[in-house]
C-alpha cells in the first residue's frame, strides 16, 4: 500500500519558523509536492522536489531525501495567515500526475 | 495562473436526488482533470481520474455507477452523484493538470470545491 505520513497538528508563534515533516512509503515515486489548504478552501500548490535537496521559495522551503522517504516544509517569519493545512503528496508514477496525499498537518500560529 | 472553476460552490439536497458539480478550467484546456473527496478533518482521497474524450479511471473502492464522470470538453468535467445519500455528504474537489514551464513540467490545480450536504 502507500503510506504518507505527517504530524496532525502543529502550532507555533508568529515570527518563528516551523518544520513540517512527510515520511512516505510509496510504489513509486515521481515528485514530491506540497501544498496549503485553508478551511473549507481548495489547496494551492506551494512546492515541488524531485531531486535531493533543498528548494527555496520566499519565505517556504522544501526539503527532500529519496533514500530516506523523507521531505519537511520549512515556514520562516511566521505570520498568522499561515494558519491552514499543509498537505504532502507524492506523485506515484512517472507520466501521470496521479497524486497520493498524506494526512494533513493542522497549523495553527498564536500572536 | 492556471484558473479553475466548479460550480455549485455549495448543495444541498434531499436522499435519493441525483447532484452534478461541474469542474471548467477557464484559460487552458485540460485533457486530464481529477476528481477529490475530503471528509472533515482529513486528507484528500483521489476518487478518479477524468479523461477528455474518454472513460474516466475510478480508484479502487469508488463505485464508478454511482459517480458518474463526463469529460465532454477539453475544459469541462461533470461528477454526478447518483442516489445520494447522508454518506455522500462531503468535500468534493477537482483539479486540472497543467503543463507549468515556470514550475515542475506538470502541476495540478485545484478548484475551489463543492461542499455537498445530503439531508
Known amino acids: 500500500g502507500q503510506n504518507i505520513d505527517q504530524p496532525t497538528e502543529m502550532t507555533a508563534t508568529e515570527g518563528a519558523i516551523v518544520q513540517i515533516n512527510c515520511t512516505y512509503q510509496?510504489?513509486?515515486?515521481?515528485?514530491l509536492f506540497w501544498y496549503q489548504q485553508h478551511a473549507g478552501e481548495a489547496p494551492t500548490f506551494l512546492s515541488y522536489?524531485?531531486?535531493?535537496g533543498l528548494e527555496e521559495k520566499g519565505r517556504f522551503s522544501s526539503f527532500l531525501s529519496r533514500s530516506k522517504g523523507y521531505s519537511y516544509l520549512l515556514l520562516k517569519e511566521l505570520q498568522m495567515k499561515d494558519s491552514a493545512s499543509y498537505l504532502c503528496?507524492?506523485?506515484?508514477?512517472?507520466?501521470?500526475?496521479?497524486?497520493?496525499f498524506g494526512t494533513g498537518t493542522r497549523l495553527q500560529v498564536f500572536p | 495562473g492556471a484558473v479553475v472553476s466548479q460550480h455549485p460552490s455549495w448543495v444541498i439536497c434531499k436522499s435519493g436526488t441525483s447532484v452534478k458539480i461541474e469542474c471548467r478550467s477557464l484559460?487552458?484546456?485540460?485533457?486530464?482533470m481529477f476528481w477529490y473527496r475530503q471528509f472533515p478533518k482529513q486528507s484528500l482521497m483521489l476518487m478518479a481520474t477524468?479523461?477528455?474524450?474518454?472513460?474516466?479511471?475510478?480508484e479502487q473502492g469508488v463505485e464508478k455507477d454511482k459517480f458518474l464522470i463526463n469529460h465532454a470538453s477539453l475544459t469541462l468535467s461533470t461528477l454526478t452523484v447518483t442516489s445520494a445519500h447522508p454518506e455522500d455528504s462531503s468535500f468534493y474537489i477537482c483539479?486540472?493538470?497543467?503543463?507549468?514551464?515556470?514550475?515542475?513540467?506538470?502541476?495540478?490545480?485545484f478548484g475551489p470545491g463543492t461542499r455537498l450536504l445530503v439531508l
Open positions: 483539479s486540472a493538470r497543467v503543463w507549468d514551464r515556470e514550475g515542475p513540467r506538470e502541476t495540478q490545480y
Open positions: 510509496t510504489s513509486g515515486f515521481n515528485g
Open positions: 522536489n524531485v531531486l535531493d
Open positions: 503528496a507524492v506523485r506515484v508514477l512517472p507520466g501521470t500526475d496521479k497524486l497520493i
Open positions: 484559460d487552458f484546456q485540460a485533457t486530464t
Open positions: 477524468s479523461n477528455e474524450g474518454s472513460k474516466a479511471t475510478y
